[in-house]
């Protein structure tokens, strides 16, 4: 099955190029989607053997996916990933590698991040809505890190707007019947830390995941 990563990415140039490069030994296409970066996160992208579509301003990660996954359309499995996670991207083989063993859908678990400032607020209120509204308890519900096939990507469309595009996407692909499997990888991201920018960040993501969980009825 031929797989393909999308990889939202906003003013990210420092980090880019190794994220591609790592995603490039485990996908046969690297798509990065510029959401109205400021940098030359685009340039380096396609230096690094991306390809590159772009988006004028910023729209958001849901709209990020969905234009990466509209552009490579012959690819059987779409493997989403951060763009911050540089090297640690071709863990990403083990999420390729169970949902060809037979899920729908493979979300990567990550390590605790050293430092990290955390968000357990956002996850507790995202993993006790997935399991009100399924039955089912996600270790790490934020992951962004996940690759399905073509049609559990379509029975989870039209994906939700802000930071509850996943919340929001494990319930749509459980109630349509979707086998998903949570994978232990060695990913590893940028460390959020405890400044009020991070905290507001935090806040954000607490408002767009229980908006998500409102408009499904939880």
């Keep these: 099955m031929t797989v393909a990563a999308v990889i939202p990415a906003k003013d990210e140039a420092e980090r880019i190029a190794a994220t591609v490069a790592a995603a490039r030994t485990v996908a046969d296409t690297v798509v990065v989607v510029d959401d109205g970066s400021h940098d030359d996160t685009a340039a380096v992208a396609?230096?690094?053997?991306?390809?590159?579509?772009?988006?004028?301003?910023n729209r958001g990660k849901a709209a990020a996916m969905e234009s990466g996954a509209r552009a490579v359309p012959?690819?059987?499995?779409?493997?989403f990933l951060d763009a911050d996670l540089g090297e640690t991207a071709a863990e990403a083989h083990l999420l390729v590698a169970a949902v060809r063993d037979g899920y729908d859908c493979a979300i990567a678990?990550?390590?605790?991040?050293?430092?990290?400032?955390?968000?357990?607020?956002?996850?507790r209120l995202a993993r006790e809505?997935?399991?009100a509204a399924t039955g089912f308890t996600a270790n790490q519900p934020l992951s962004?890190?996940?690759c399905?096939?073509?049609?559990?990507?379509?029975?989870?469309?039209p994906l939700a707007r802000g930071f509850g595009v996943e919340t929001a996407m494990t319930i749509a692909l459980l109630r349509s019947g979707c086998r998903i499997v949570e994978v232990p990888t060695a990913?590893?991201?940028?460390?959020?830390?405890?400044s009020w920018r991070h905290r507001l960040h935090r806040a954000r993501q607490y408002r767009d995941v229980r908006k998500a969980l409102r408009r499904r009825g939880i």
């Design 74 to 79: 012959e690819a059987e499995l779409l493997l």
């Design 144 to 146: 962004g890190q996940r």
């Design 187 to 194: 990913m590893a991201h940028r460390v959020t830390g405890r």
């Design 109 to 123: 678990n990550l390590p605790p991040a050293e430092g990290a400032g955390g968000h357990g607020f956002v996850v």
């Design 46 to 57: 396609e230096r690094a053997g991306a390809v590159v579509v772009r988006h004028p301003r």
């Design 148 to 157: 399905l096939t073509r049609e559990a990507y379509a029975s989870a469309l």
């Design 129 to 131: 809505g997935i399991r």
